[in-house]
């Protein structure tokens, strides 16, 4: 599949980045031959009749440990070698192909005292930097947005009620001067977690082109990012757009 400025099929030894939407927070990296999957969780604990990501990781990075960002035992090795696991690893690190930055954020507007924090990270990646913001509770500050530095692409929570309202995260996204919004973390039909739906954060993104795709993977390359800013809206696992 291509699409003409975003995404295209890798040929003639062109690098580019696999991005996998695994449902709620769960992105999947693939890049160099390895997977890198970010805050898996077990299908149930989203809502009734949903599965865990179907994916096989080399490394699995966890933000912070609520029962739906860290079912890391469904990828325990059964008599081999699992992935290497690293859960809320603040500062500088090496996942080859990925280099990874943790930056510690707030679960909640009241600097972690109502629920704790998280671990935020920055991936740099064949060109691309991207950044997968977990369960960030309250608009960045200016230092922890320079911690991050610029940013290609932002995976943003957008649901509301556990983390920032979506009314703010066009200014996360604005402070890290991000090209690509790709929405994670909020209601879809069948999920029991009070989230907001999607629409409701696009309602507040009018600057921003919205594109919607017609699976729940893309591939992405340094070259081919838009001149506009865009919301990338990635279709849950199995339900292609009609």
């Known amino acids: 599949m291509t699409l003409k400025g975003l995404l295209f ?7 580019a980045v696999e991005i996998v939407w695994h449902l ?3 992105i999947e990296l693939i890049a160099g031959g390895k997977s890198l999957l970010i805050d ?36 325990s090795a059964k008599g081999g070698r699992g992935p290497l696991i690293i859960r809320e690893r603040e500062g500088s690190f090496e996942l080859p192909p990925f280099r990874v930055k943790g930056v510690k954020l707030p679960h ?9 924090f998280v671990v935020a990270y920055k991936i740099t990646v064949e060109g691309l930097s991207l950044a997968h ?11 922890e947005a320079r911690e991050f530095g610029s940013v290609d692409i932002v995976f943003a929570p957008v649901g509301g009620v556990y983390t920032l309202p979506p009314s703010k995260v066009i200014d996360v996204v604005d402070m890290l001067d991000a090209k690509i919004i790709i929405p994670i973390h909020y ?7 009070p989230l907001e739906p999607l629409d409701v954060f696009i309602n507040h993104a009018r600057n921003f082109k919205v594109l919607q795709l017609e699976d729940n993977r893309v591939v992405i390359d340094k070259h081919d990012l838009p001149g506009e800013r865009t919301i990338l809206v990635l279709q849950p696992p199995g339900r292609r757009r009609s």
């Open 9 to 15: 099929l890798v040929e003639g030894g062109l690098v």
């Open 187 to 193: 209601w879809l039909p069948g999920v029991q977690l």
């Open 108 to 116: 909640d507007e009241f600097e972690g005292r109502l629920r704790g």
């Open 40 to 75: 898996p969780h077990d299908g149930g604990s989203l809502g009734v009749g949903f599965t865990p990501p179907t994916a096989k990781p080399d490394y699995i990075l966890v933000t912070h440990e609520h029962y739906d960002h860290n079912a890391v035992n469904l990828f």
């Open 24 to 26: 709620h927070s769960c």
């Open 133 to 143: 913001l977990s369960d960030l509770g309250r608009p960045l500050r200016d230092q």
